[in-house]
C-alpha cells in the first residue's frame, strides 16, 4: 500500500522564474513539441495517480478558447497546510521539483524531461486553475505565468462548492508571449492518450476537442493493454505467430512483454519505462534483446535446424518480421540520452532478461510450431543478409566505390566539420548559381539529378547501386547504417549542417521526401542530431513602383497577405519565384544561403514510431502533403544570428 503523502512529506527548491526565462532547459523547446509537452506533463500526474492506485479516469478536453483541461478521479492534491504556512497544493505547484520523494512503491512517470511536475506548466502558462476534490469540499487556486492569484485564507485554498467525489481538476492556457504557436496539436496528443491507455489496461481516458472545427470526443480503453497494441502495430499486415504475451514482477519491477512476428523485412520494438516511450531504447530492451536472440539460437540447435558447423543467427536476424513492445514498471529510473529517452538503470535490464528467458522457456518448450515459426524468419533473414554482406563487400572493393563525389561536389575550403555546411541543390542550374553566391570557404554545394531512388522499398545492393545516394555516402563521410551492420560513425560527419536547398513545389518537396526517407533509413542519426535542416527561399519579390519604397522578399503566402494588407496592390510589381533556377547567384546567396538573414527549418523527428508511419506517408501516392508535413512538423525556425 502507498505510503500517505501529506504537505510535510514535500522537499522544495524555490522560484518559478527560471522557467520563464529558459523554457527550452525544462520541456525541450517552444515550439510545437514543447506546447504539446505541457498536455502531458499534467496528464502524466493524472496517470501517477492512477498508478499508485487511485485513479480510474481521466479526462483530457481541449477546450474552445485555446485551453486544455484534465481531470482524474484520484485522491485530489492534498491540501492541508505545508509547514511553509500555505496549503500544500500551491507549494506543488507554485515551485519546481516540488515531489514526493521515492519510497520505492510509487511508479513515478518522473525522470529527466518527464518529471519537471506541473509547477512548470503553471509558469508557462497565461492563466491556470486548480480545483481539487476531496474531504467533501471543492478547493480553488488560480495562478497567472506561474504566479498565485487566489486569496488564501490563514494559508488554505478558498473552497467554491461541496462534493462527494474526490479528485483533480487543473486548467490552463498556454503563454502565448513565451509559445510561438499556442495551437494544440491534436494528432500528438491523441496518439500519446492512446499509447497510455494500452500501457495501462485498468484506465480509460477520455479525450474532447471543443475547438471550432476539429470537435470530437474519444474514449481510450483498452483492456487488452499491450496485446492490442500490437495488434494494432501489425494492423493488415501478413501474420506469422499470434501476439506472444508475458508479464511478471520480479524484485519491484514489473515487465510485461507481447511481440508478433509478421511477413515483412523489418523489425519494429518499441520501449517504455513508466509510461515513458524510451525513443533511444536503453538497458530494458537490451535486455530483452539478448535474452531473445540467445533463446532463438538454443532452440534452433536443439532441433537441429543449426548445425554444429553453422553460426549463430544475429540478434537482427531473430528480430526481422518481429513487431514487439517491452513495459517496464521501475521505480526510480534513470534516464540518459539526447532526449532524455534512453532508460540507464542496469537492474532493470538484468530482471527483463531474467523474466524474459523464465517465460519464453515456458511457452516455447509447449508450443514447437511457434519456435519453429520464429526461427524460419531467422534463417530467411540470414539467408538475405549474408547475400547483402556479399554483395555489399564487393560493392566495396570495386573502385567504382571510391571516396571521392564522382566529382560532382562543389568543395569548400575549410575542413572544420564544426563550420562547414553542405547544400543539396536540385538541379545544375541551381547548383551553378548556388556555386557562385556561397561563402566557398565553409559552404559545400553538392548538385542531384532529378529524382533520387526510393529507399523506402528497395534492397540494400540496388541502394548502394544508385550514384546520387552513393555521391552523398561518401562527401558526408560518416558511412551509413542499414540495419544489420553498423558503419555509421557521426564522428566522421564532415558537414556540420546538411541543408536541402529545393524549389518549393511539388517536385522540390518530393526530392526533400526522398533524401529525408534515405536519411531517416540509413543516417538516422543525422536527424537525431539535428544536422538536418531545409532551406527556406523567398516564394515572391515585391517591388515598389515608387522609387521611394525598397524591394522586399516574402517568405510565404502569410507575408504576402499582410503586405498586401498594409500596401495597396497597385503600389508595386509582384514577382512569384517558381523555382531556385529564377534567382541569380547574388538573390540566392541574399535571401536563402547568407547564415545573417536566411531562415532554415531544423528537421527534428520527434517520435520515432510516428516518424516511421510518416515515411510511409511520405513514400505514399500523392506529394503534395508532403511539403507541408515537413514545415509543419520542422521545429522553430533556426535563425543563424
Ligand atoms: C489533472 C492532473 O495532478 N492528479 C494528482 C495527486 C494526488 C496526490 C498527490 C497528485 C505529495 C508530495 C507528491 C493525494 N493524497 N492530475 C493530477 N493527484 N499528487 S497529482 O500528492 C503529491 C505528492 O508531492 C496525493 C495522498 N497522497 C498523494
Not at 528467458?357 to 519456435?371: A, C, P, S, T, W
Request: charged share 30%; net charge negative.
Amino acid at each position: 500500500m502507498t505510503k500517505n503523502y501529506n504537505a510535510d512529506s514535500i522537499t522544495v527548491l524555490e522560484g518559478l522564474e527560471p522557467v520563464r526565462t529558459r523554457p527550452g532547459m525544462y520541456i525541450g523547446g517552444v515550439g510545437q513539441k514543447g506546447l504539446n509537452h505541457l498536455v502531458y506533463e499534467i496528464v502524466d500526474n493524472a496517470v501517477d495517480e492512477h498508478l499508485a492506485g487511485f485513479c480510474k479516469n481521466i479526462y483530457v478536453t481541449l477546450e474552445a478558447d485555446g485551453s486544455c483541461t484534465v481531470k482524474d478521479d484520484g485522491r485530489g492534491l492534498p491540501v492541508d497546510l505545508h509547514k511553509k504556512g500555505v496549503s500544500a497544493e500551491r507549494v506543488i505547484m507554485s515551485t519546481l521539483h516540488a515531489g514526493g520523494k521515492f519510497d520505492g512503491q510509487v511508479y513515478k512517470t518522473s525522470g529527466g524531461l518527464h518529471g519537471v511536475g506541473s509547477s512548470v506548466v503553471n509558469a508557462l502558462s497565461k492563466r491556470m486553475t486548480v480545483k481539487v476534490s476531496r474531504d467533501g469540499a471543492v478547493h480553488y487556486d488560480e495562478y497567472s505565468k506561474g504566479k498565485p492569484v487566489a486569496k488564501l485564507e490563514k494559508g488554505l485554498l478558498p473552497v467554491i462548492g461541496k462534493t462527494k467525489s474526490t479528485g483533480t481538476e487543473i486548467n490552463f492556457l498556454p503563454d502565448d508571449s513565451i509559445f510561438e504557436k499556442t495551437v494544440f496539436k491534436e494528432e500528438w496528443i491523441k496518439s500519446r492518450l492512446h499509447e497510455t491507455a494500452y500501457l495501462n489496461p485498468e484506465l480509460t481516458i477520455y479525450y474532447e476537442d471543443k475547438r471550432k472545427g476539429s470537435e470530437e470526443s474519444i474514449v481510450y480503453h483498452e483492456p487488452e493493454g499491450i496485446k492490442a497494441y500490437i495488434g494494432e502495430l501489425t494492423k493488415g499486415r501478413g501474420k506469422i505467430t499470434e501476439p506472444i504475451w508475458f508479464k511478471d514482477v520480479m524484485e519491484n519491477t514489473e515487465v510485461e512483454v507481447c511481440f508478433q512476428f509478421v511477413d515483412a523485412f523489418e523489425e519494429n520494438l518499441h520501449g517504455f519505462c513508466n509510461n515513458i516511450f524510451t525513443q533511444e531504447g536503453g538497458t530494458h530492451i537490451v535486455g530483452f534483446k539478448s535474452k531473445f536472440t540467445q533463446l532463438i539460437n538454443s532452440y534452433a540447435r536443439q532441433l537441429g535446424i543449426l548445425k554444429d558447423k553453422d553460426e549463430n543467427f544475429t540478434g537482427a536476424d531473430t528480430r526481422n518480421g518481429m513487431t514487439c513492445v517491452v513495459a517496464v514498471k521501475y521505480p526510480d529510473p534513470i534516464f540518459e540520452g539526447q532526449t532524455k529517452t534512453k532508460l540507464a538503470s542496469a537492474e532493470a535490464g538484468k530482471i527483463v532478461s531474467a523474466v524474459t528467458g523464465e517465460k519464453l522457456e515456458y511457452f516455447f518448450d509447449r508450443n514447437v510450431d511457434v519456435i519453429k515459426a520464429i526461427i524460419g524468419c531467422a534463417e530467411k533473414s540470414a539467408k538475405i543478409r549474408k547475400q547483402e554482406e556479399k554483395a555489399k563487400t564487393n560493392m566495396l572493393s570495386k573502385s567504382k566505390f571510391s571516396f571521392d563525389s564522382n566529382g560532382k561536389l562543389i568543395a569548400c575550403s575549410s575542413k572544420d566539420p564544426e563550420k562547414c555546411e553542405i547544400f543539396i541543390v536540385e538541379g545544375n542550374s541551381a547548383g551553378g548559381s548556388a556555386g557562385n553566391g556561397r561563402d566557398n570557404r565553409y559552404q559545400a554545394i553538392l548538385p542531384i539529378r532529378g529524382k533520387i531512388l526510393n529507399v523506402e522499398k528497395a534492397s540494400i545492393d540496388k541502394v548502394l547501386a544508385n550514384a546520387e545516394i552513393k555521391t552523398m555516402i561518401n562527401t558526408f563521410g560518416c558511412g551509413f547504417s542499414e540495419g544489420y551492420g553498423n558503419d555509421f560513425d557521426i564522428s566522421k560527419l564532415k558537414y556540420n549542417k546538411i541543408i536541402l536547398m529545393t524549389d518549393a513545389d511539388v517536385d522540390g518537396s518530393h526530392i526533400d521526401t526522398l533524401l529525408l526517407t534515405f536519411f531517416y533509413r540509413f543516417m538516422p542519426e543525422l536527424i537525431y542530431n539535428g544536422h538536418v535542416y531545409v532551406s527556406m527561399p523567398p516564394l515572391y519579390l515585391v517591388t515598389p513602383k515608387s522609387k521611394r519604397g525598397e524591394a522586399r522578399y516574402l517568405y510565404d503566402d502569410r507575408e504576402l497577405a499582410r503586405y498586401t494588407k498594409d500596401h495597396n496592390p497597385s503600389g508595386f510589381d509582384l514577382k512569384r519565384f517558381k523555382g531556385l533556377g529564377e534567382m541569380d547567384a547574388s538573390e540566392l546567396w541574399e535571401t536563402t544561403m547568407n547564415p545573417e538573414n536566411r531562415v532554415l527549418k531544423r528537421v527534428e523527428i520527434e517520435d520515432a514510431r510516428l516518424a516511421s508511419e510518416v515515411t510511409e506517408m511520405l513514400m505514399g501516392s500523392d506529394v503534395a502533403p508532403r511539403r507541408s508535413f515537413i514545415y509543419e512538423h520542422a521545429d522553430e525556425a533556426e535563425l543563424d544570428l
